[in-house]
């Protein structure tokens, strides 16, 4: 038994994995070293030691939830526990936070740092996969399938937005549109929520400036951030600045790049060069093919992803996957259109290779989960008649 389960393991899927995030391991230290000594005055591998130990951390909960059976996480005891510890959490932040990066985001515990949004995104896709699975008899009820959850989704962007974390809801929102058009409703019921959608904005922004947070909300700093990227260079010194040395990174490298730990722009002159625009240095220092393999690492790991969940005969599984592989791909474009000037800058990390802790550990669990549901997926192939077979989303 033990033998059938570890052979149907997706291993070009983990190896992928494994390599994307040791590119990143490298690409921390080469881009975090000057920033650390300059302007942390800590040791110039402080946050590669920080990264690594996250990785490990990250790799044991990826082994955990790949052998635990993923249809677990469908009970209902388990479904409210996360729920109220992700509730509880950003309520946290709210009155005990740290401040980063013009955002209340962090929890900090001693040495450790948390951020409650990472685990807000992986709870909220297992219950919307746990929820509509559940509710197929009834998917086109909106008021007995879509509405409840989809109003303690929008409760929880409520705090997230006072935090703020703009990039965060974009995120949510749109892991939610993908699971929901993936459920099961109608083209009816699609255009039904959409509008309730837009009306729940509405009123997110009606509460923020009846309790007086709409100036703290959309204060000139962070809005300059949605500015900035359209014409960076009228204020080269302002706030055009970080997007303008991103291009500069960029256009440096070229094809072959400058080498590794050669790039100049990390050296003070990027901020965020090892979180929010670690692509910058990477087309510096390993050019056009650094960054064509690590955007075929990811595009590979998120195709994958929806390719499990196409396979996957368990609803609440393809739910589950489409989720995940959603979350991923979503994060990697906003990302990458900051850093090239296509979007706004929201201080969205680059799965698996930008300096972060709590997203790396989230996202390795994230794909620990995964892995089961290929594995579960690929047994059911290879041994169909020792798994009971279920019927699929209609949509999926």
């Not at 109220?84 to 040495?111: D, E, M, Q």
């Not at 169909?384 to 209609?394: F, G």
Request: proline share 3%; with cysteine.
């Amino acid at each position: 038994m033990l033998k059938k389960i570890i052979r149907c393991y997706d291993y070009k899927f983990i190896a992928a994995l494994v390599v994307l995030c040791l590119i990143g391991l490298v690409m921390v230290y080469s881009a975090s070293m000057v920033t650390a000594i300059s302007r942390y005055g800590v040791a110039g591998d402080y946050f590669y030691q920080k990264q690594k130990l996250a990785l490990i951390a990250g790799f044991f909960f990826f082994c955990v939830t790949a052998f635990i059976p993923y249809k677990i996480y469908q009970d209902k005891k388990i479904l409210k526990i996360l729920l109220v510890a992700v509730i509880a959490l950003l309520a946290l932040v709210l009155v005990f936070g740290h401040t980063a990066g013009n955002a209340t985001s962090w929890l900090v515990l001693g040495p450790i740092r948390i951020q409650p949004l990472e685990l807000t995104k992986l709870t909220i896709i297992v219950y919307l996969a746990a929820v509509f699975t559940n509710k197929q008899e009834y998917i086109n009820d909106l008021k007995r399938s879509i509405i409840p959850p989809i109003v303690i989704v929008l409760f929880i962007c409520f705090l997230i937005a006072m935090q703020p974390d703009y990039g965060g809801i974009l995120l949510i929102l749109g892991i939610v549109a993908a699971i929901v058009l993936c459920s099961g409703i109608s083209r009816k019921s699609m255009i039904k929520i959409a509008l309730l959608g837009v009306i729940g904005v509405i009123v997110m922004l009606f509460v923020l400036l009846v309790t007086g947070h709409i100036d703290t909300v959309f204060s000139p700093v962070r809005l300059a951030r949605f500015t900035g990227f359209l014409h960076p260079f009228r204020d080269q010194q302002g706030d055009g600045y970080q997007l303008v040395n991103s291009y500069l990174s960029i256009g440096t490298g070229g094809l072959q790049g400058q080498g590794l730990g050669q790039g100049i722009q990390k050296a003070g002159y990027l901020p965020e060069s090892h979180t929010d625009f670690i692509m910058a240095v990477i087309a510096e220092e390993l050019g056009f093919w650094g960054v064509l393999l690590v955007l075929g690492l990811l595009f590979f790991i998120i195709l994958q992803g929806l390719k499990i969940a196409r396979r996957c005969n368990d609803p609440f599984g393809a739910l589950l996957a489409i989720g995940i592989s959603v979350m991923i791909g979503i994060q990697a474009f906003v990302n990458l259109g900051a850093v090239t000037g296509i979007l706004p800058i929201t201080g969205v990390t680059l799965p698996f290779v930008s300096f972060g802790g709590s997203s790396l550990t989230l996202l390795m669990l994230a794909m620990g989960v995964l892995t089961n549901i290929s594995m579960f997926t690929n047994y059911e192939k290879k041994y169909r008649n020792q798994v009971p077979k279920q019927n699929k989303l209609k949509s999926i």
